[in-house]
C-alpha cells in the first residue's frame, strides 16, 4: 500500500506500538511525524518527531496550525500503571482517562481542517480493555470503551471528507512487556493463551494501522478492527469437565 505523499501524525509514537504505527507508515512511503512530550530513546528512522503535552489544548492546536497538511492522524498515546480502583483517588483515574480519551479527541478537532481538506482518515488504537472487564485497569478501559464510541460517532459527524475507525488492540510485545506480564517465561505463557500462539508485535499493528489509512480501506469507516490473535479462550473451557476424555 502506497502512501507517498501523504502526511501522517503518529501521537505518542515514540515507542512500543506507537513506534511500530510509524515505522510501518514510513515503509509505505508516507512522511511520518510522531509527537509526545519526550523525544524518543532511539530515533525511528525517517521519521520525524515534535514535543507536544497532548493534555495541552493549546499546545496541540499550536502544533497543528503549523503543519502544512495532515492525511492522516493515529491517535496512539496512552497507556495507565496498574492502579485498582479503590487503592487511588478519582483524581488519579481521571487523568487516565484524560490521556486515553480526552486527548485523542483533542488532537482530531486540532487536525480537522487539515483532514476534511485532504479527504483523510483518522485511525484510533483501542484495546480490548474496552470491550471486557478490566480489573487493575478500571478508568483504562472505560477511557477505551468511549474512544471506540466516540470514533464511531466522528464517523458519522464528519462523513464523507474524513474517515474513522478504530484498531482493537490485544496484548502485544514490546520493550516494556515484562512490566505487564513478568519475565520471559511469564510472557510465553501469556502468549499461549492467545489463539494464534504468539503476542502481536508492533508491526502488526503498524500494518493494519497502515491498512486501514489506505484507500484499500475506502469504504471503511465507523468500523472497529481486531487485532487480537483471535481473542482469549473463554476461561469456562478449560474448568469445564464435561466432553473431556479421561
Do not use: Q
Not at 52 to 63: G, H, K, Q, S, Y
Not at 171 to 181: F, I, K
Not at 207 to 226: C, K, N, P, R
Amino acid at each position: 500500500m502506497d502512501l507517498g505523499g501523504r502526511t501522517v501524525v503518529v501521537t505518542g509514537g515514540t515507542r512500543g506500538v506507537g513506534a511500530g504505527i510509524a515505522r510501518a507508515f514510513a515503509r509505505a512511503g508516507a512522511d511520518v511525524v510522531v509527537c509526545a512530550r519526550r523525544p524518543p530513546e532511539v530515533p525511528v528512522e525517517g521519521v520525524g518527531f515534535a514535543s507536544v503535552d497532548l493534555r495541552d489544548p493549546p499546545a496541540v492546536r499550536d502544533f497543528f496550525d503549523a503543519l502544512p497538511r495532515v492525511d492522516v492522524l493515529v491517535n496512539n498515546a496512552g497507556g495507565s500503571p496498574y492502579l485498582p480502583l479503590a487503592e487511588s483517588d478519582a483524581e488519579r483515574h481521571a487523568r487516565v482517562i484524560e490521556l486515553n480519551l480526552i486527548a485523542p479527541l483533542t488532537a482530531s478537532l486540532a487536525a480537522h481542517r487539515h483532514l476534511r481538506r485532504a479527504k483523510g482518515a483518522v485511525v484510533m488504537i483501542g484495546s480490548v480493555s474496552g470491550t471486557r472487564p478490566s480489573p487493575g485497569t478500571a478508568a483504562y478501559g472505560a477511557a477505551k470503551a468511549g474512544l471506540e464510541n466516540l470514533a464511531r460517532s466522528m464517523a458519522v459527524e464528519w462523513a464523507p471528507d474524513v474517515r474513522v475507525n478504530t484498531l482493537v488492540v490485544g496484548m502485544v510485545r514490546t520493550e516494556r512487556s515484562h512490566l505487564h506480564y513478568g519475565d520471559e517465561d511469564a510472557v510465553a505463557a501469556v502468549a499461549r493463551t492467545v489463539p494464534l500462539g504468539r503476542l502481536a508485535e508492533p508491526y502488526d499493528v503498524g500494518e493494519a494501522a497502515v491498512f486501514l489509512a489506505s484507500d484499500a480501506a475506502a469504504y471503511i469507516s465507523g468500523a472497529s478492527l481486531l487485532v487480537h490473535g483471535g481473542g482469549e479462550r473463554p476461561a469456562f473451557l478449560d474448568a469445564a469437565t464435561a466432553n473431556k476424555e479421561s
